[in-house]
């Protein structure tokens, strides 16, 4: 049964305050709750309340006991045949949070009580009106057992604490600011603490608290260090200022996502908090300063303003990502970090609009919530915030969030109040722009251009052409997007294009556009332009200041100024000019990695890619690599080549084999030819020990391991594979350490690769998350036999099930990160991750419907693996009991074909 967007209706009752008292038991956990109601409006009755998997003990309205078994329905929810207008219900429920397995509702993580309440938790713990417009403030009692669960914790401020006789205590919580339900939060346990302050630039003294398991509190410091950070760069950046004198972490084992932004009470994956320099590399260090950053900014962008129903979902995730973002942006490498943010939406986003579970960053219908926390919702939600902050500049935006906020703090709001206010504050006009939000699909953006001579006479490329006086350069763009699974009619969308027209050196010039608006967004380089492409095709004229010798080459879709395919007419020569001379450094690492595709492209469609390799590619690597005045942040990511999944996007029907093939011979080839340059580079970025965490050193080390990697190719090479082991042997690092392992397993010779596998396996027995980088590493292995080594793993001490992280890093990392291991043509990977989905699902539906979301690009794929999918798909549609969850995504994929 579908939920449609076209069919929200306001609630037709409220719930303005509730109390809840927990007597915590892992078998048997008594829920006490006592809701304070209010009618909304003309109610028409039987009311229902949200409950799933709750035994009602207990019922009253207004002090008269009712008979549970009367009033719950087949479905599970609460019935009430009458109501005044403002009532007082109480009921008294049990549930079982240690055979909760789904990680969602009360459940135990290594013997800790942690909630989970987004999307539709909530109704697991009690019986509620479980949706996002229903605010109610929490006063929250939690008894347990005071030896197993020291710890007790609940949002808001603590306001009584006390023993209790039979060895038991309690706490009592209350959180002052109304909140939805899925913003609830529970944790019990024996738990560490990492205790910090903040005081807030008007003066508030924050108690900050990190709890990890026992033992683990000297590596909570780097996420400690990224929430002060965060609450100060939101002070400074956004003026916006933490409301509670209490904002508490606690870090969890087990975990669906990545972290949970309940009010003053996040809740973590562990993997997202625990780091020190022996266990995370430095990629989890700023993935731990994003997560940190990102919940610590719901709380305004999700918390004070929340949103008004699940489709609205990206109001509050678009922005929070967009946040999260700048944030790292402002602190790191701002061109590195948008290089990466491209690479994320292109490897998994653009395929999901793609692929039969394409939606628009606002659905308009979902079976099951929780599988609409997508690559759309979040990463393309905030590329279209990133647009609109493009379109108004800086300043005009936050004079728009200014608006947002303050018209709608306590209330939930929907993506078009946001949009209202961008408008209204800004004075710009986003009519056209709102298509963002309501059309699926990646638009592909056509450029071409030419120059036109002072006369008339319209010369056909702008390539090595002079512009002489009074001549203009003329760039025609044109937009449209293909249909997609969900919407066969598209329209043209309102396309912010940031460019540059650059000299023979590379520098911007200086033009005039002719008939057209010309606004330069606020951090826009001398000489560029930001043009908006509303129409099917529009034609600008450019008129430069002065005569060229050459016409110039535009730089287009500057910062990657919009989530699109371009197709440009750039050349070979063209890509090679602007990936060393672009003064845009994402359109620098752009055109590296267009030049790359299009050479990679042409090798795997040749009889034996190893002999097509293109020498012109392997120089243009070459240069470079030379260049020793780069940033070496940068330098890493422009030495990374297209991945596998990506080059597969670009082709009509996938040649698995191929393009795995002309891959490797081109890191091969790219290793032999700059071996020398290459080797030196390892030598000369040794960075200076002891070692830091910061972004200057991990840029070093970034470089260093990218070289490393490329050299790792070298198999053959003695004197390359001993610089390898040396580098394991000798890291005092993670970064390192697993550099040099993901050479050894992927490439290194037998001996060398089992030697590896083995001492990192000893060396870090029991710790569970430096293990899922051993699995996955493994997963990913470009090797024959990776799919073996997979199952054999399932059986590995350290892999279990039932746990999330576990399971990404082994079965995940396989069907999603191992394209030609995973679509092997003998069907063995679709086999094992149909197994693994079907065993999955009745344990944790939500991982086994992200899982079974590997399936997803399966038309793009020759007949004979098309049938393998399909049958695969058919299989897991048809097991009894399925869930909700895995069958939208199953029978999605399934109905495309
Ligand atoms: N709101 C959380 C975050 O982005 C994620 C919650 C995921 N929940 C889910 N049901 N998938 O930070
Ligand atoms: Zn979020």
């Known amino acids: 049964a579908a939920i449609r967007r076209a069919d929200y209706r306001p609630p037709t009752f409220t719930v303005d305050a509730i109390r809840l008292e927990f007597d915590l038991d892992p078998a048997e956990t008594i829920v006490t709750a006592e809701l304070s109601l209010r009618c909304l409006t003309e109610t028409a009755f039987p009311l229902h309340l949200d409950g799933e998997d709750l035994t009602l003990l207990e019922l009253s309205l207004d002090g008269t006991a009712l008979d549970p078994a009367q009033h719950v329905d087949g479905a599970g929810r609460l019935v009430l045949h009458e109501l005044p207008p403002r009532a007082v219900l109480r009921t008294r429920c049990r549930i079982a949070p240690e055979a909760n397995s789904r990680l969602t509702g009360l459940y135990l993580s290594n013997g800790i009580f942690c909630t989970q309440c987004e999307a539709q938790g909530f109704r697991r713990i009690t019986f509620f009106p479980d949706r996002p417009d229903v605010l109610a403030t929490y006063d929250v009692t939690v008894r347990a057992d005071a030896g197993s669960c020291p710890v007790l914790l609940s949002n808001g401020n603590?306001?009584?604490?006390?023993?209790?006789?039979?060895?038991?205590?309690?706490?009592?919580?209350?959180?002052?600011?109304?909140?939805?339900?899925?913003?609830?939060?529970?944790?019990?346990?024996?738990?560490?603490?990492?205790?910090?302050?903040?005081?807030?630039?008007?003066?508030?003294?924050v108690d900050l608290h990190l709890y990890v398991e026992p033992g683990q509190a000297a590596r909570a410091h780097c996420a400690m260090a990224a929430l002060k950070q965060s609450m100060?760069?939101?002070e400074a950046r956004f003026g916006l200022e933490y409301d509670l004198d209490i904002f508490n972490i606690v870090a969890v084992a087990d975990f669906n996502s990545g972290a949970m932004e309940n009010k003053s009470l996040n809740i973590f994956n562990a993997k997202y908090i625990l780091a020190d320099e022996a266990t995370a590399t430095d990629t989890d260090m700023e993935l731990i300063e994003g997560v940190v950053a990102h919940e610590y900014f719901h709380n305004w962008t999700g918390n004070r303003v929340t949103c008004r129903d699940w489709f609205q979902l990206?109001?509050?995730?678009?922005?929070?990502?967009?946040?999260?973002?700048?944030?790292?942006?402002?602190?790191?490498?701002?061109?590195?970090?948008?290089?990466?943010?491209?690479?994320?939406?292109?490897?998994?986003?653009?395929?999901?609009?793609?692929?039969?579970?394409?939606?628009?960053?606002?659905?308009?219908?979902?079976v099951e919530i929780n599988n609409f926390y997508t690559a759309t919702v979040y990463e393309k939600g905030a590329e279209v915030i990133r647009m609109i902050h493009t379109i108004l500049g800086e300043a005009r935006f936050q004079a728009g969030m200014r608006l947002y906020l303050g018209r709608h703090d306590g209330q939930a709001a929907t993506c078009e109040d946001f949009v209202a206010a961008m408008e209204?504050?800004?004075?710009?006009?986003?009519?056209?722009?709102?298509?963002?939000?309501?059309?699926?699909?990646?638009?592909?953006?056509?450029?071409?251009?030419?120059?036109?001579?002072?006369?008339?006479?319209?010369?056909?490329?702008?390539?090595?052409?002079?512009?002489?006086?009074?001549?203009?350069?003329?760039?025609?763009?044109?937009?449209?997007?293909?249909?997609?699974a969900d919407q066969a009619e598209k329209v043209p969308l309102d396309i912010p294009i940031r460019l540059a027209l650059l000299d023979g050196e590379g520098r911007p010039i200086a033009a005039w556009l002719e008939e057209a608006a010309d606004a330069a967004p606020d951090r826009s380089a001398p000489g560029e332009h930001l043009l908006r492409l509303t129409g099917p095709r529009q034609r600008f004229r450019f008129r430069p200041a002065e005569a060229q010798e050459h016409a110039p080459l535009p730089s287009l879709n500057c910062?990657?100024?919009?989530?699109?395919?371009?197709?440009?007419?750039?050349?070979?020569?063209?890509?090679?000019?602007?990936?060393?001379?672009?003064?845009?450094a994402v359109n620098r690492w752009e055109a590296g990695q267009r030049y790359a595709t299009r050479v990679l492209l042409r090798m795997a469609a040749a009889e034996d890619p190893a002999m097509a390799v293109d020498g012109r590619y392997v120089d243009a690597f070459g240069g470079l690599l030379r260049d020793e005045a780069m940033d070496p942040s940068f330098a890493a990511v422009a030495m990374v080549l297209p991945e596998e999944?990506?080059?597969?996007?670009?082709?009509?029907?996938?040649?698995?084999?191929?393009?795995?093939?002309?891959?490797?011979?081109?890191?091969?080839?790219?290793?032999?030819?700059?071996?020398?340059?290459?080797?030196?580079?390892?030598?000369?970025?040794?960075?200076?020990?002891?070692?830091?965490?910061?972004?200057?050193?991990?840029?070093l080390r970034a470089q260093r391991n990218a070289a490393l990697a490329l050299l790792g190719l070298l198999t053959e090479d003695a004197e390359v594979q001993r610089l390898v082991m040396a580098h394991y042997r000798d890291a005092d690092n993670m970064t390192d350490r697993l550099a040099a392992l993901t050479v050894l397993a992927h490439h290194g010779q037998e001996a060398a690769r089992n030697l590896a596998l083995a001492d990192f396996e000893e060396r870090y027995r029991g710790e569970a998350l430096v293990l899922d980088k051993w699995l996955a590493v493994q997963a990913q292995a470009p090797r024959r036999d990776a799919l073996a080594t997979v199952r054999r793993l399932l059986d590995h001490p350290a892999f279990r099930l039932s746990n999330p992280n576990r399971v990404y890093a082994l079965i995940g990392a396989f069907a999603m990160r191992n394209q030609w291991r995973f679509h092997a043509a003998?069907?063995?990977?679709?086999?094992?991750?149909?197994?693994?989905?079907?065993?999955?699902?009745?344990?944790?539906?939500?991982?086994?419907?992200?899982?079974?979301?590997?399936?997803?690009r399966w038309q793009r794929y020759d007949g004979p693996r098309q049938n393998?999918?399909?049958?695969?798909?058919?299989?897991?549609?048809?097991?009894?009991?399925?869930?909700?969850?895995?069958?939208e995504i199953v029978n999605k994929s399934l109905e495309v074909g």
């Open 158 to 205: 603590c306001v009584d604490r006390q023993s209790l006789p039979d060895g038991r205590h309690m706490a009592r919580w209350q959180d002052p600011f109304p909140k939805p339900s899925y913003l609830f939060a529970l944790v019990a346990g024996r738990l560490d603490r990492l205790a910090d302050t903040f005081t807030t630039r008007s003066g508030r003294q």
């Open 232 to 234: 100060a760069w939101d």
């Open 314 to 366: 990206s109001l509050k995730e678009g922005l929070t990502v967009f946040r999260d973002q700048e944030f790292t942006a402002d602190h790191r490498s701002r061109a590195v970090k948008r290089i990466r943010d491209v690479r994320t939406l292109r490897a998994r986003q653009f395929p999901e609009d793609a692929g039969p579970l394409s939606h628009p960053v606002r659905p308009d219908t979902y």
């Open 424 to 484: 209204e504050a800004s004075g710009c006009d986003l009519v056209q722009f709102r298509r963002w939000y309501s059309q699926s699909g990646t638009p592909r953006v056509t450029a071409q251009w030419h120059v036109e001579g002072p006369a008339s006479g319209a010369g056909p490329g702008a390539g090595g052409q002079a512009l002489p006086d009074g001549g203009c350069l003329v760039l025609t763009l044109s937009q449209d997007t293909p249909p997609t």
């Open 559 to 584: 910062g990657f100024s919009a989530p699109v395919i371009l197709h440009a007419d750039y050349g070979d020569a063209d890509d090679a000019f602007l990936m060393v001379r672009d003064p845009d």
């Open 645 to 699: 999944g990506y080059l597969a996007d670009q082709m009509a029907v996938v040649d698995v084999d191929g393009l795995h093939a002309a891959r490797e011979a081109m890191l091969r080839a790219i290793a032999l030819a700059h071996r020398n340059v290459l080797l030196g580079m390892h030598a000369r970025l040794q960075p200076a020990r002891p070692y830091r965490a910061d972004a200057d050193q991990a840029a």
């Open 826 to 856: 003998d069907g063995g990977g679709y086999a094992f991750l149909a197994e693994q989905v079907k065993k999955l699902d009745g344990l944790n539906r939500q991982v086994a419907a992200r899982m079974a979301g590997a399936f997803g």
């Open 868 to 887: 393998l999918m399909r049958a695969a798909l058919e299989s897991i549609r048809d097991m009894p009991g399925l869930s909700r969850d895995t069958f």
